[in-house]
């Protein structure tokens, strides 16, 4: 399970950059060559990354694993279902976010319908979230 630690922890950095780096090109450069329309759907994308990626990015550090292994306070089932929400997490970023970019921006691999996936991904993983301090410890 450490390798989901390493990824998920890795996956923030590059969301971090990507969240500073379209920051920057979102004030001196899109405010100005964008409708409306495509640029509240870029700002509002990339307000999500910024949000999932601090949420993920906390959700890292405290599965910090101790030992090569998950925390102390974390049961098997508490152990799986975390690591499927993080995955989730992941997973519903790339379809919402690059979705919606590759709309705006013509990039390769766009697939309209994986943006509202995505979104629904990422619902299930906060109601996944929820529920995990409620599953028993044997």
């Not at 307000?47 to 949420?55: C, D, E, K, M, N």
């Not at 319908?113 to 529920?131: E, H, S």
Request: charged share 10%; net charge positive; proline share 4%.
């Amino acid at each position: 399970m450490q390798w989901i630690w390493k990824l998920s922890l890795s996956l923030c950095g590059l969301y971090g950059a990507a969240v500073v780096g379209m920051s920057a090109a979102i004030s001196h450069h899109f405010q100005f060559v964008m409708v409306t329309e495509e640029f509240s759907r870029l700002v509002s994308s990339t307000g999500v990354l910024a949000f999932q990626a601090i949420a993920l990015l906390v959700l890292s550090l405290y599965c910090l694993p101790r030992d090569g292994g998950w925390r102390d306070e974390f049961n098997r089932p508490q152990q799986a279902l975390l690591g499927l929400v993080m995955l989730g997490f992941h997973l519903g970023l790339w379809c919402f976010v690059y979705t919606v970019w590759a709309g705006l921006f013509e990039l390769p691999l766009y697939w309209r319908q994986l943006a509202p996936i995505g979104g629904q991904m990422l619902i299930f993983c906060w109601v996944g979230l929820m529920l995990l301090p409620w599953l028993r410890k044997n």
